[in-house]
């Protein structure tokens, strides 16, 4: 019973364990976001998250995403996660 308890907190834990940043401007109209998800294998479900905020965040101003870069890492075997990065403009 408490073998099955701790393996139960350690995948309640995991399945929290999100680094996301939110929008942050990085200066000159340009903002970036970035995403690592402990449970994920792919970036590209990451990213396109990313850009999903990134569109409700310049829509709310009236602005249509323009994306300037783009990045992910998909996870390893050895130990990376899965992460992402965009940096957009809002016209």
């Keep these: 019973?408490?073998?099955?308890?701790?393996?139960?907190?350690v995948a309640l834990g995991l399945a929290g364990c999100?680094?996301?940043t939110g929008i942050v401007p990085i200066g000159d109209g340009l903002y970036m976001a970035s995403n690592m998800d402990?449970?994920?294998w792919s970036s590209g479900g990451i990213k396109a998250e990313l850009f999903k905020e990134a569109n409700e965040f310049?829509?709310?101003q009236g602005k249509a995403l323009k994306p300037v870069?783009?990045?992910?890492?998909?996870?390893t075997?050895?130990?990376r996660y899965?992460?992402?990065?965009v940096q957009f403009r809002c016209e």
Aim: charged share 25%; net charge positive.
């Design 82 to 85: 899965a992460s992402a990065e």
């Design 58 to 60: 310049c829509s709310k």
């Design 77 to 79: 075997l050895s130990g």
């Design 69 to 75: 870069n783009s990045k992910g890492e998909d996870a």
């Design 1 to 9: 019973m408490r073998k099955s308890m701790i393996i139960a907190a």
């Design 18 to 20: 999100a680094s996301k």
């Design 38 to 40: 402990y449970m994920a």
